[in-house]
Structure formats: C-alpha cells, structure tokens
C-alpha cells in the first residue's frame, strides 16, 4: 500500500520508517519538499532522515502536503495540531475522495515555555474539526496519546501490555487502522465511539504531559484496566 | 482523627462510609442540614446514609459546610466541581487556618445531557482556583480520576493493580493524603508535582467519560505502565 503522510517532523518519520520496514511505499507531504536541511523540534532533518530509509527496497518521496495527500491511498496526519487544519488545505483533502486520514495530532502551544499548554478542551477537538472541515475524509484519532517511540513498538513500554485507543464514525475506516495497529504490535485496542470521543484522548494529553513530568520519561503509556 | 467532609452526594457518602469503617470521626457538611430527604443525583438521601452508619461506633454528624470546616481536622472538598468555590466560601474555608483540603471534584455540566460536558482545561483548573482562593489550605488533588466505589476500593478492579494520582505544592499535606490512600487499599500511586500538576487528572476526565462509554462500567481505572 502506498501510505501518504501528512507533516514531516519526529512522528512522521517513526511512523513513516516503520511502514517502510512492513513494506509500505510512502509519500511524505512537507511544506517546501526543497528544505532538507532544515531543523526539526525533534528528529532529524529530513536528508538525513531519507538517507537512512532509502535502500529499504521501498519507494519513499519527499512532496509537498498534495501531492502525499492525492498520491497516498491511505493518510496520516503527523503534522503539529495547531497547523494540522491549515495544511489538510494546502494539500487540498477535500479535492481526494473518501480517503481514510488517521489523525495522530495534538494542539499543543509551546510557545510559553515548558511544559507545552494542551489546547484540547471540551470545545476544541482537533479531530472533530477536521471531520468537519473535510467531509470527504474518514478521520480515525489514534495514537495521540503515545510518544512516537512507542506507537510503532508497544512491546518497548511494559512488554506491550497497554492501551491504544481508536476513535472516528465510519467502522471500516476503524477497522483498517486496528489492522495497521496490530501490525505494529499493539494487542489492547479499545474503540471509543465516533470522532467526537477523540476529545478523550486529546484532552488526556495534559495528564500525559505530567505523567511525564513525574517520571522523566516519554516511554510509557496507560493500560486500562478493566 | 475527625473528617470534615464538604459535599454530602455519593463521592461524600461513598469516602465518609469508608472513614467511619476505618475509625475516624466524621462531620459531613451540606448546604441545608435538614434536609435529609432530597433525593441525589447519584447515591442514598443523607437520611438513609446516616441510619447506614450510625451504630458503627464512631460519631458522625450531618452539618453546615462551615461546621464541617471548622471541627474536621482534615477537610475533603466532595462538592460537584461547579459549585465547589462557592461551597467553601460558604464554609467560610479561609476561616479555618493551615489544614489540609482534598480536593477530589470534577467541573462536569450535565445540562446538556450525556456524556457530560469536562470543563477543565488548560485555563480551569479547580484544585489550582481552589489553592488560589483559599492560600491557607494546603490543597491536594486526588482521586478525581476513579468513580466512587473505586476510590475506596481499588481492589475491586483488576486486583488493584492501577495508579492514583496526587498533586499539591505542600510535601507533608501529600505524604498525609499518600497514607490515608494506601489506607484504602492504593499501592500505586503518582505524585505529580505542584497543584498546577492537577489539570493533566482533570483533563483526564474527559477521557474517563468516553472509557466509562465504551466499556459500559465506570468499574475501571487505568495503570501507568512505565
């Protein structure tokens, strides 16, 4: 399958290297395919990035946001929350079809200081807004709640024993993404209803942003017991 | 020791039964203390939860918020989380010196029918309000993240195999929080910085109310697997 991601920072390229290693070709969408070299918050420049993905026996592009949004089958958005409406229109989702877009985005405002301000509330769900925007789309929130270590290698936290939660309205849509999940080792999978449940997660995020505060680490990850 | 309890629903029925069952003294204060038959949106009236108690030994007294402030020697806030401002200025709670309060309250509004609408967020904090407005207690945040039969008995889930959460900016207020909650049975548990630390387990509820949806139990709680 040919996978077109969104965004082009640290989640993108674990997510984007890992679907190269299951056999994935993929697309990934930046703002200025042209700036290789630029610095990203976390993970590595993109040259680097592609030099260490190249040679997998997989195609990989660097595009713009609309060409990884036409030329992907399925979409990811990795994008930073607070960009992520305002590149969805750049790479013009509304002109693709009824494609499924997993969104793994957070708003997060880190521009007073640490630790970074959870934009989500009650009347702010990043996935919601994006289902509305692009109709079109079969957005599926998942992710969001795990550094991006973790979300391609569960078993690194725990041995895997945790959970990853999957939210959106069209079940075959949820059904590809918990297949793609279990592929990359996730066992505890929990649906949590339409896209307006994704403020769950989303929400959660402040508690996840304290949670590692308190442990000074990013590998870890909730299991619900129940 | 001698509880005071603000808030006299099922969260205060629920930990002042576990209270008198562990020895303490109880003083539970209501907004109209003679008022025993009003029903609760959740739990018994106050009158069926008193004749429940009484003759267990201990002395538990129905009262006025400000009663209830002024005897317990440790005071726990159990009001819904909208009116809890307004409950402690009734308590006259900056009236009562440096005692420890803890908050276990979520801000819902259930005006707009289910699930109920999570106000917190990254500008709401309740603990960091209720610290704000009343700097002689020593606020502590805890057990908002659990539903009531939970709170006392973590053991009736999963064994008790799962995280509670404290945040406060006084270290002995929360190691006497930590002692009273090992009490009940909670051998996880996370202290997660100062009070502004308790918006992540207030934001959090919103994703309890989409757990407590797609599991069809509020018989849950979730472990922090690091």
Same mark, same amino acid.
């Given at each position: 399958?040919?996978?077109?991601?969104?965004?082009?920072?640290?989640?993108?390229?674990?997510?984007?290297?890992?679907?190269?290693?299951?056999? +994935?070709?993929?697309?990934?969408?930046?703002?200025?395919?042209?700036?290789?070299?630029?610095?990203?918050?976390?993970?590595?420049?993109?040259?680097?990035?592609?030099?260490?993905?190249?040679?997998?026996?997989?195609?990989?592009?660097?595009?713009?946001?609309?060409?990884?949004?036409?030329?992907?089958?399925? !979409?990811?958005?990795? &994008?930073?929350?607070?960009?992520?409406?305002?590149?969805?229109?750049?790479?013009?989702?509304?002109?693709?079809?009824?494609?499924?877009?997993?969104?793994?985005?957070?708003?997060?405002? +880190?521009?007073?200081?640490?630790?970074?301000?959870? !934009?989500?509330?009650?009347?702010?769900?990043?996935?919601?807004?994006?289902?509305?925007?692009?109709?079109?789309?079969?957005?599926?929130?998942?992710?969001?709640?795990?550094?991006?270590?973790?979300?391609?290698?569960?078993?690194?936290?725990?041995?895997?024993? +945790? &959970?990853?939660?999957?939210?959106?309205?069209?079940?075959?849509?949820?059904?590809?993404?918990?297949?793609?999940?279990?592929?990359?080792?996730? &066992?505890? !999978?929990?649906?949590?209803?339409?896209?307006?449940?994704?403020?769950?997660?989303?929400?959660?995020?402040?508690?996840?942003?304290?949670?590692?505060?308190?442990?000074?680490?990013?590998?870890?990850?909730?299991?619900?017991?129940?």
């Amino acid at each position: 399958m040919k996978i077109g991601i969104i965004g082009s920072g640290v989640v993108a390229q674990t997510l984007g290297s890992k679907l190269i290693g299951q056999g +994935h070709d993929l697309i990934l969408g930046t703002r200025d395919p042209n700036k290789l070299d630029d610095k990203k918050m976390f993970g590595a420049t993109l040259r680097e990035w592609k030099s260490q993905t190249d040679g997998r026996g997989r195609i990989v592009e660097i595009a713009t946001f609309k060409e990884a949004a036409a030329q992907g089958e399925l !979409l990811i958005n990795a &994008t930073s929350g607070v960009v992520s409406l305002e590149a969805l229109k750049l790479a013009a989702a509304d002109k693709v079809g009824a494609k499924v877009l997993i969104d793994v985005a957070n708003e997060l405002d +880190h521009s007073k200081g640490m630790p970074p301000r959870v !934009l989500a509330s009650q009347e702010r769900c990043l996935a919601e807004k994006i289902q509305e925007a692009f109709p079109n789309l079969k957005v599926v929130k998942t992710l969001n709640t795990i550094g991006a270590p973790v979300m391609v290698e569960p078993k690194a936290v725990g041995g895997g024993d +945790h &959970t990853v939660f999957v939210s959106g309205n069209d079940a075959e849509a949820k059904a590809t993404v918990v297949a793609l999940l279990r592929s990359f080792g996730w &066992t505890d !999978l929990l649906d949590l209803g339409d896209i307006s449940s994704a403020r769950g997660p989303e929400m959660y995020m402040a508690m996840w942003i304290r949670l590692w505060g308190a442990t000074k680490t990013g590998m870890l990850n909730i299991k619900v017991v129940r």
